[in-house]
């Protein structure tokens, strides 16, 4: 038997199968991930939040494998075909794909002609054929005709001829050949190193599939795909803008009937013991092989491997936009600070919202500085009127249509009015409109235009981020790569397990939070989360963890899952507002009586804390994990993991594409990180793309381990096209953009109009406009270079 499922995980997470097994006894009981990560070290021996989150989806497959398992084995035995030799096949199979090779043959499906075949007693043709290929196929064949006849009163042709009678016999030698379980293996082996995925453009469709040019004459290897490219292809035979096919690469196109044989008919008649040897039947097997391999076993697994092909590709999108949601998130917040949220628009005009400190909307206004209006000094005097009066410390300016316009008022009005001393900063708006219409929202801001919910949103999400982005659904963020193309229940599993994470690393302040940001918090749902806000507009502030049992459907399990993560400030006992579990309170007075000082005075204490052996209060219950880490909380209580605020400084003079030119190098924001680059916000209404090898000096396999999103950096531009509103970028300041024209800078032009592609693309898939299109070919020769 295999090792068990325990045995298995501990395997790949290079754990202990204790660990594991602890582990999986806390997730059955109903534990969280981030409960289990913080609070039961000494369990899991300090398996971390990304084991766990493996641990938990991998859990989920292999119980799903034992499942089909015990099914597959309970039909074959029902069948009366199960043999200890197959038994102990089905019972080593490692994976879905391998259960389901060995089920194959005897798996319920309609009637074949092999079985047609069978009825009519071909089966011993085919047997001896394939025994003995010195047999004559016509001669062997004539011994098999019968008349049509009847059974079970149904009309059965019999056997008219000899033409008739080789058919069936292929067919079953077909059917045989291509449920042979270690022979599928073997091809499937060998189709994914030797496998070539091409594309051509659907006769008549070149202008309607213009973005999909790129792939109207394409081909790759299987194993090499990268998952926008291989999403990109999916996407445009869903469209029916491209034919996708999978061909080996030994073959210039897919075979026709007169080609010779491939390795892969080749590796089918080995496995038969089938060769040229000049016998009467050697001709009739070796087109029985062929049939097998073009009629059955090419479409077979080229189905199965271009399915796994988008599995792959679609597990991979999935972990970028996981991987720019967490950034995201995680963002560093401006804190408590009076902010002024700016909504660009045009004709409709710039909603303005001023929140205070604690992110209550005190005041809304809309003004038009912008085109047809032209209202630029009556919207200055609305908004300085509106900063005086609330004491503005902040302008927050979403970076959609008319963005860099309204950054341009906002700098007006910071030099007019010094003594105010106020910051403007460029925040992305993505999902804000999808806020400004969700039923929260309008639960939330019940007497809003909607209009001017965005204008919150946008003020309050430069405030804190994770507090404001919870409010949105994940997948209207904006940080995905072919999002809407990919599995939406994995998706949507995957997102929801990152914000846990990132609320839960923060932690949450149960007196100012929103019913969607408490519903994150590990332990609790919406209903409880929605239970807590109103108890606590009842009843008031909460002044300890403890008043929380008083909160209905909040019990003791619930409790405990959550009250480490959920924050009182300012309550009754300073450990309330520290990320100390409940729990741990009786070991932190058990240290105090040691230290013979109350709670107040050790918190903040380095030097004392420091000076502490954590082994010294270590016991049964509390171990030296959790020892550690209460020492580190009391010496830094419930320190925010996430960054320090800092901003992006767009250059002067700097505000359309048209401004730009070779060599500026200029601050900008990353806004999306995908697998070929990072997009980077300039203040020009277009992102520019830093392509993966412009990243850094050295090379880079993932652009996540240099950049992510929100971060400031500093950029070269290489080359712009303000009329395909392309801008390539570069993190190596030393590149200087190429001289236009040398032949030997004309680079890979298909390289450059993917990643065109990819930001088209991406830019639909958020849902707003394209940002902007990939490098120029001449850049990405220098990149290259």
């Given at each position: 038997?295999?090792?068990?499922?325990?045995?298995?995980?501990?395997?790949?997470?290079?754990?202990?199968?204790?660990?594991?097994?602890a582990?999986?006894?806390?997730?059955?009981e109903?534990?969280?991930?981030?409960?289990?990560?913080?609070?039961?070290?000494?369990?899991?021996?300090?398996?971390?939040?990304?084991?766990?989150?493996?641990?938990?989806?991998?859990?989920?497959?292999?119980?799903?494998?034992?499942?089909?398992?015990?099914a597959?084995?309970?039909s074959?035995?029902?069948?009366?075909k199960?043999?200890?030799?197959?038994?102990?096949?089905?019972?080593?199979?490692?994976?879905?794909?391998r259960?389901?090779?060995?089920?194959?043959?005897?798996?319920?499906?309609?009637?074949?002609?092999?079985?047609?075949?069978?009825?009519?007693?071909?089966?011993?043709l085919?047997?001896?054929?394939?025994?003995?290929?010195?047999?004559s196929?016509?001669?062997?064949?004539?011994?098999?005709?019968?008349?049509?006849?009847k059974?079970?009163?149904?009309?059965?042709?019999?056997?008219?001829?000899?033409?008739?009678?080789?058919?069936?016999?292929?067919?079953?030698?077909?059917e045989?050949?291509?449920?042979?379980a270690?022979?599928?293996?073997a091809?499937?082996?060998?189709l994914?190193?030797?496998?070539?995925v091409?594309?051509?453009?659907?006769?008549?469709?070149?202008?309607?599939?213009?973005?999909?040019?790129?792939?109207?004459?394409?081909?790759?290897?299987l194993?090499?795909?990268?998952?926008?490219?291989?999403?990109?292809?999916?996407?445009?035979?869903r469209?029916?803008?491209?034919?996708?096919?999978?061909?080996?690469?030994?073959?210039?196109?897919?075979?026709?009937?007169?080609?010779?044989?491939?390795?892969c008919e080749?590796?089918?008649?080995a496995?038969?013991?089938?060769?040229?040897?000049?016998?009467?039947?050697?001709?009739?097997?070796?087109?029985?092989v062929?049939?097998?391999?073009?009629?059955k076993l090419?479409?077979?697994?080229?189905?199965?491997?271009?399915?796994?092909?988008?599995?792959?590709?679609?597990?991979?999108?999935?972990?970028?936009?996981a991987?720019?949601?967490?950034?995201?998130?995680?963002?560093?917040?401006?804190?408590?600070?009076?902010?002024?949220?700016?909504?660009?628009?045009?004709?409709?005009?710039?909603?303005?919202?001023?929140v205070?400190?604690?992110?209550?909307?005190?005041d809304t206004?809309t003004?038009?500085p912008?085109?047809?209006?032209n209202?630029?000094?009556?919207?200055?005097h609305?908004?300085?009127?509106?900063?005086?009066k609330?004491?503005?410390?902040?302008?927050?300016?979403?970076?959609?249509?008319?963005?860099?316009?309204?950054?341009?008022?906002?700098q007006?009005?910071i030099?007019?009015?010094?003594?105010m001393?106020?910051?403007?900063?460029?925040?992305?708006?993505?999902?804000?409109?999808?806020?400004?219409?969700?039923?929260?929202?309008?639960r939330?801001?019940?007497?809003?235009d909607?209009?001017?919910?965005?204008?919150?949103?946008?003020?309050?999400?430069?405030q804190?981020?994770?507090?404001?982005?919870?409010?949105i659904?994940?997948?209207?963020?904006?940080?995905?790569?072919?999002?809407?193309?990919?599995?939406?229940?994995?998706?949507?599993?995957?997102l929801?397990?990152?914000?846990?994470d990132?609320?839960?690393?923060?932690?949450?302040d149960?007196?100012?939070?929103?019913?969607?940001?408490?519903?994150r918090?590990?332990?609790?749902?919406a209903?409880?989360?929605?239970?807590?806000?109103n108890y606590?507009?009842?009843?008031?502030?909460?002044?300890?963890?403890?008043?929380?049992?008083?909160?209905?459907?909040?019990?003791?399990?619930?409790?405990?899952?959550?009250?480490?993560?959920l924050?009182?400030?300012?309550?009754?006992?300073?450990?309330?507002?520290?990320?100390?579990?409940?729990?741990?309170?009786?070991?932190?007075?058990?240290i105090?009586?040691?230290?013979?000082?109350?709670?107040?005075?050790?918190?903040?204490?380095?030097?004392l804390?420091?000076?502490?052996?954590p082994?010294?209060?270590?016991?049964?219950?509390?171990?030296?994990?959790?020892v550690?880490?209460?020492?580190k909380?009391?010496?830094?209580?419930?320190?925010?993991?996430?960054?320090?605020?800092t901003?992006a400084?767009?250059?002067d003079?700097?505000?359309?594409?048209?401004?730009?030119?070779?060599?500026?190098?200029l601050?900008g924001?990353?806004?999306?990180?995908?697998?070929?680059?990072?997009?980077?916000?300039i203040?020009?209404?277009?992102d520019?793309?830093?392509?993966?090898?412009?990243?850094s000096?050295?090379f880079?396999?993932?652009?996540?381990?240099?950049?992510?999103?929100?971060?400031?950096?500093?950029?070269?531009?290489?080359?712009?096209?303000?009329?395909?509103?392309?801008?390539?970028?570069?993190m190596?300041?030393s590149?200087?953009a190429?001289?236009?024209?040398k032949?030997?800078?004309?680079?890979?032009?298909?390289?450059?109009?993917?990643?065109?592609?990819?930001?088209?693309?991406?830019?639909?898939?958020?849902g707003?406009?394209?940002?902007?299109?990939g490098?120029?070919?001449?850049?990405?020769a220098?990149?290259?270079?």
């Open positions: 038997m295999l090792p068990s499922i325990e045995q298995r995980l501990a395997n790949e997470l290079a754990a202990r199968p204790a660990q594991v097994a582990a999986i006894a806390l997730l059955d109903g534990a969280t991930v981030p409960f289990i990560a913080r609070y039961r070290k000494e369990a899991t021996g300090g398996l971390d939040d990304i084991q766990l989150r493996l641990l938990e989806e991998r859990l989920r497959y292999l119980r799903e494998l034992e499942d089909r398992r015990a597959v084995i309970a074959i035995e029902e069948q009366g199960m043999t200890p030799a197959l038994l102990d096949a089905i019972s080593h199979a490692e994976d879905k794909t259960l389901e090779d060995l089920y194959l043959p005897y798996r319920q499906k309609r009637r074949t002609k092999a079985q047609i075949a069978v009825e009519a007693g071909l089966a011993p085919a047997e001896a054929l394939l025994a003995d290929p010195m047999l196929p016509e001669a062997e064949a004539e011994k098999y005709l019968k008349p049509a006849f059974t079970d009163g149904a009309d059965n042709p019999g056997v008219p001829d000899v033409k008739a009678a080789l058919d069936g016999a292929r067919q079953i030698l077909m045989r050949f291509a449920e042979d270690g022979l599928l293996g091809l499937r082996d060998y994914q190193e030797h496998a070539v091409e594309s051509k453009v659907v006769e008549g469709k070149q202008d309607a599939g213009e973005k999909f040019a790129d792939y109207f004459d394409y081909s790759e290897t194993s090499t795909i990268p998952s926008h490219r291989a999403l990109a292809l999916f996407r445009g035979r469209e029916e803008m491209l034919n996708v096919a999978m061909r080996l690469d030994s073959e210039e196109e897919k075979p026709k009937w007169d080609a010779p044989h491939n390795p080749g590796r089918i008649a496995r038969f013991g089938i060769g040229n040897k000049n016998r009467p039947a050697d001709k009739w097997l070796a087109d029985t062929r049939w097998t391999w073009r009629v090419m479409m077979h697994l080229e189905t199965e491997l271009m399915g796994a092909l988008r599995e792959k590709a679609e597990l991979e999108a999935i972990n970028v936009f991987l720019n949601l967490k950034a995201l998130l995680l963002a560093a917040p401006a804190g408590p600070r009076v902010t002024m949220g700016l909504d660009p628009g045009l004709r409709t005009g710039v909603k303005v919202a001023v205070d400190a604690t992110g209550k909307v005190v206004s003004i038009y912008h085109q047809p209006r209202d630029w000094d009556g919207s200055l609305t908004l300085a009127l509106l900063a005086a609330h004491g503005v410390t902040l302008i927050s300016i979403g970076n959609g249509t008319a963005s860099r316009e309204t950054d341009r008022l906002a007006d009005l030099k007019r009015h010094p003594e001393k106020m910051t403007k900063i460029v925040v992305s708006e993505a999902g804000a409109s999808v806020y400004s219409a969700s039923e929260f929202a309008s939330e801001l019940p007497d809003m909607v209009s001017l919910r965005g204008a919150v949103s946008i003020a309050r999400r430069l804190d981020p994770l507090a404001e982005l919870v409010k659904d994940p997948k209207s963020i904006g940080v995905g790569q072919y999002q809407h193309d990919v599995g939406q229940s994995q998706l949507a599993r995957t929801d397990a990152v914000v846990e990132c609320v839960n690393a923060v932690g949450v149960v007196n100012t939070a929103s019913a969607p940001l408490l519903a918090v590990s332990g609790l749902n209903s409880v989360a929605q239970g807590i806000v606590r507009d009842a009843k008031g502030m909460f002044t300890s963890r403890a008043a929380l049992r008083s909160v209905p459907r909040l019990g003791d399990k619930t409790f405990e899952q959550a009250a480490g993560f924050r009182v400030m300012a309550g009754d006992n300073p450990l309330d507002a520290s990320a100390v579990h409940p729990e741990s309170y009786p070991l932190v007075e058990k105090l009586a040691d230290l013979k000082k109350d709670v107040k005075s050790v918190i903040g204490d380095s030097g804390l420091k000076s502490l052996n082994a010294r209060y270590a016991d049964d219950r509390f171990g030296l994990p959790t550690t880490d209460i020492l909380e009391l010496d830094k209580p419930g320190r925010d993991p996430r960054p320090e605020f901003t400084t767009f250059k003079g700097v505000e359309e594409i048209g401004d730009l030119r070779p060599d500026m190098v601050e924001v990353v806004t999306n990180v995908a697998a070929f680059g990072a997009f980077v916000d203040g020009v209404h277009q520019g793309l830093v392509h993966i090898s412009a990243l000096n050295t880079v396999k993932d652009p996540h381990t240099v950049v992510k999103a929100g971060q400031v950096v500093k950029v070269r531009v290489l080359e712009v096209d303000p009329k395909r509103k392309r801008i390539a970028l570069t190596r300041l590149d200087s190429p001289v236009a024209g032949p030997e800078q004309r680079g890979d032009r298909n390289d450059a109009k993917r990643l065109s592609q990819h930001q088209q693309r991406q830019g639909q898939n958020q707003k406009p394209a940002p902007a299109a490098a120029m070919a001449a850049a990405f220098k990149l290259k270079s």
